[in-house]
């Protein structure tokens, strides 16, 4: 499989941005009772890695759309 198209920049960025935006606070709610649990440092470990997952689910669900 070529995985390049996930390192390029082939979609429209405002559709990505959108989809990411609402991705990552998405995930955020849903893992909130964890995170508030566990402070501040869990919360910016846990909204790092919700920006990250929801950036290449982004990618991914625009790469399926075409």
Do not use: C, D, Y
């Not at 920049?9 to 990411?20: C, V």
């Not at 609402?22 to 790092?48: C, E, Y």
């Amino acid at each position: 499989m070529n995985w390049k198209w996930l390192l390029s920049a082939g979609h429209p960025r405002g559709p990505w941005a959108i989809m990411t935006a609402l991705m990552t606070f998405g995930l955020m709610v849903v893992t909130a009772p964890f995170w508030q649990a566990g402070g501040p440092l869990v919360a910016a470990v846990a909204a790092a890695f919700a920006v990250a997952l929801s950036s290449v689910l982004s990618k991914l669900v625009l790469e399926m759309r075409k």
